[in-house]
């Protein structure tokens, strides 16, 4: 049985950094990604960044891109979000996911694949909140 649980969420001012963490067992992370995704009230849960274990490509969302680092800890099977300089858009309950692979076709190429549909396993959240 999969099992993922996301911590390390927070109440931070705007400037400030997180780092949350997916703990994750019960499958292969050899054929499998973890993505994170995040969801505002009311809006819609988008995919923030991917990390494929198979060929260590790291995928992430253009409004996260250059202030989120994804990384991974195979001895512990976690997966790290690395998130600085947020801002109160960042705000919102944040998951993790597994999934086959973080890209999709689409335009003449792969791209990092955002969509919740794209991912099966899921974790419960944990609420990151940016203040300004």
């Known amino acids: 049985e999969v099992q993922l649980q996301a911590s390390g969420g927070g109440l931070v001012q705007v400037g400030g950094s997180l780092r949350l963490s997916c703990a994750a067992s019960?499958?292969?992370?050899?054929?499998?990604?973890i993505a994170w995704f995040r969801q505002a009230p009311g809006q819609e849960r988008e995919g923030v960044s991917c990390?494929?274990?198979?060929?260590?490509?790291?995928y992430y969302a253009d409004s996260v891109l250059g202030r989120f680092t994804i990384t991974s800890d195979n001895a512990k099977n976690t997966v790290h979000l690395q998130m600085n300089n947020l801002t109160p858009a960042d705000t919102g309950v944040y998951y993790c996911?597994?999934?086959?692979?973080?890209?999709?076709?689409?335009?003449?190429?792969?791209?990092?694949?955002?969509?919740?549909?794209?991912?099966?396993?899921w974790g419960q959240g944990t609420q990151v909140t940016v203040s300004s």
């Open positions: 996911a597994t999934g086959l692979t973080c890209t999709y076709y689409i335009g003449g190429y792969y791209r990092f694949d955002p969509r919740a549909l794209a991912y099966d396993n």
């Open positions: 019960g499958f292969d992370f050899n054929e499998n990604v």
């Open positions: 990390i494929d274990f198979a060929n260590e490509e790291t």
